[in-house]
Structures are given as structure tokens and as C-alpha cells.
């Protein structure tokens, strides 16, 4: 005799409601990371994203009761994204192809105005996601396999071992907020895909003649 099957589990569904409120809250983050991309911060308001997303801020604050919550949740989504693309790379893949894939993804989010401009310097914004669980979390992920990777190519004699793992690792965060990619698209010579390749020659084989 067959034993009877276990039942399974039926996914609980959303209410309309809630996938409403859920579409609205997506449709505020990536309005806060255009805004943040192309203004900052400091010079992002709040009724600008409010009015971006055809809402009253009124509703805004319902979603995000502040500047900073909102910024903080533009950055956690773009962390999520960072550890999706993470995910994607084989692991077969040699530890300095994969930092350059890394390196290319971040630029190419930068130039398509994705990235957004955070405060260089003590902000509420800063204050905000050093108390992000969720951020910090996302953050501490991708360094740490990040930092994987650059002491795995140092190894390897791809990257300069004479150089602290923490140094690289800064230097290829920094490329994600590099003037340089838009002095470059400014100047409409180049392809995002060109810039994206200047700027990697320069990060990772230097400026000295080979």
C-alpha cells in the first residue's frame, strides 16, 4: 500500500494591497538612486522624490520616515545587486578576472547613472547605514570575498603582493565613484564600454610603459 503523500505547503499569496505598496516602495528606491547618482546626497530633496514618483510626501514618509531612511534603502538595494552579480561569477573563474568583472559591473552601473554619490566625509547618511543591519551585512559580504579574491591573485602573482589587501580593495571601490568615467563620457569620444576598458588598464597594469 502507497503511504499518503505530505502535503505540500501552498505559497502564501500577497494581497493587492501589499503588492501595490511593494511596487511603490521599488518605484521610490530607484527614484532616491537616480537622484542620488545625479545630484548627491546633500543636494537631493525629498519633495523631488516625491514628486519624481507622483506621490504626496505625505505618503513618502509612510514608506520612509526620513532623507536618510530613504538613501539607506537606495544603498541596501544596490548592496543586493552587488551580491547577485557576485553570485554570478564561476568559481572556476581566476581571482583576478573576477575582481576586474567586479571592477567593470560597478563603472558600468556609474555610467548608466545607477551608482549612487554618497557624502565622503561624517554625514547622517553615514550615520544612517553604520546602522543599517542590512546594509552593513550586504557590505561586510562583499568585502569579505572581495578581500578573498585580491589575497587569492596576490598568490597567484597577479596583483602586487608588496600592497596591503585593504589598499586594493579601497582602490577598486573607489573606481565606482571615478570622475574620471565622466570627464570621459562627457567628452563623447568614447564608448561606456571603452572608458569602462581605460580605466580598468589603468586600475589594475598601471600607467607605466610595458
Not at 577598486?172 to 580605466?199: H, S
Request: charged share 20%; net charge negative.
Amino acid at each position: 500500500m502507497t503511504p499518503p503523500s505530505t502535503p505540500t505547503a501552498l505559497p502564501t499569496k500577497i494581497s493587492f494591497k501589499a503588492q501595490m505598496l511593494l511596487a511603490r516602495e521599488d518605484a521610490i528606491i530607484q527614484s532616491v538612486n537616480r537622484l542620488l547618482a545625479e545630484k548627491g546626497f546633500e543636494a537631493m530633496t525629498v519633495d523631488e522624490v516625491a514628486a519624481d514618483v507622483g506621490i504626496a510626501k505625505a505618503s513618502l514618509y509612510k514608506h520612509f520616515p526620513s532623507k536618510e531612511d530613504l538613501a539607506a534603502a537606495a544603498m541596501v538595494s544596490v548592496m543586493r545587486r552587488a551580491q547577485g552579480f557576485l553570485d554570478t561569477l564561476p568559481a572556476e573563474l581566476p581571482a583576478a578576472d573576477k575582481l576586474r568583472k567586479v571592477v567593470a559591473w560597478t563603472m558600468g552601473l556609474k555610467l548608466a547613472g545607477e551608482m549612487p554619490s554618497l557624502p565622503s566625509q561624517n554625514s547622517s547618511l553615514r550615520t544612517a547605514l553604520m546602522d543599517n543591519k542590512d546594509y552593513m551585512d550586504g557590505l561586510m559580504d562583499v568585502s569579505d570575498r572581495l578581500g578573498a579574491w585580491i589575497e587569492a591573485a596576490q598568490a597567484q602573482g597577479a596583483l602586487n603582493p608588496k600592497l596591503p589587501p585593504v589598499v586594493v580593495l579601497y582602490t577598486l571601490y573607489a573606481r565606482a565613484c571615478d570622475p574620471v568615467l565622466e570627464f570621459l563620457k562627457m567628452g563623447e569620444l568614447y564608448t561606456n564600454d571603452e572608458i569602462i576598458a581605460f580605466v580598468l588598464s589603468t586600475c589594475f597594469e598601471g600607467l607605466d610603459a610595458r
